[in-house]
């Protein structure tokens, strides 16, 4: 059974660094064609996809502002943005990946935490 | 990055009715191996969004059979047939074919 958790600090002040750690269970991000994908949704508005780690540490993100890593010995995938905005307001989400040639999708995600960005 | 443009943005539909949302991507999410990388997703307020097609046509796991999605390169459409009440929500298209990953601008489907 695969499941994702998403933890960290839920009040965060404007200019400051937001590190969020997803855990996992149920798959290895160490297996051939599994990513860890995060995304937000701000309120009122759309979904956002942020950034993704592959098995084989590749990484991608949106902006040079975010940063995606793993710990496979403790089954986490750690996420920092730093300098943080007001506008960065949302709930976080991340999600597993199936990412091969034929797959292509997030299908399972965690409940998400809701990060507020405020003096 | 591809932009993905999803209509309509709202949806009113009465139960039993047919539901059709249409997404159009900047360019082209084809594959070398000739698979479009699209995918349609739910998200109901206080859930995590659900995957409900994935490569343009493929119904996930435990997906109610109403939901037909179809298209392929560019052009692509979401179709639920005799929607329920509990289908309400907003649906998503997202293209995985590159980085960034990106999501139309969601179009909400409300049962009267």
């Known amino acids: 059974q695969i499941t994702l958790k998403e933890s960290g600090p839920t009040l965060v002040k404007p200019a400051e660094t937001l590190t969020l750690t997803c855990t996992i269970s149920g798959f290895s991000l160490t297996t051939s064609g599994v990513a860890v994908g995060w995304f937000r949704q701000p309120p009122g508005r759309a979904l956002e996809w942020l950034a993704l780690?592959?098995?084989?540490d590749d990484r991608r993100h949106l902006k040079s502002t975010l940063t995606v890593a793993k710990d496979t010995s403790k089954n986490q995938v750690v996420l920092t943005m730093t300098n943080l905005d007001p506008v960065d307001t949302a709930t976080y989400y991340c999600a597993h990946m199936s990412s091969t040639h034929t797959t292509g999708y997030f299908d399972f995600w965690g409940q998400g935490i809701p990060v507020t960005v405020s003096s | 990055d591809i932009v993905m443009t999803q209509s309509p943005l709202s949806l009113r539909v009465s139960p039993g009715e047919a539901a059709s949302i249409s997404c159009t991507s900047s360019e082209s999410v084809m594959g070398s191996q000739g698979y479009s990388y699209l995918g349609w997703y739910v998200k109901k307020p206080g859930q995590p969004p659900q995957l409900l097609i994935y490569l343009s046509s493929s119904r996930a796991s435990g997906v109610p059979d109403r939901f037909t999605g179809s298209g392929s390169g560019t052009e692509f459409t979401l179709k639920i047939s005799s929607i329920e009440a509990e289908d309400a929500g907003i649906y998503y298209c997202m293209q995985v074919r590159q980085t960034p990953f990106t999501l139309g601008a969601g179009t909400k489907v409300e049962i009267k």
């Open positions: 780690i592959y098995w084989s």
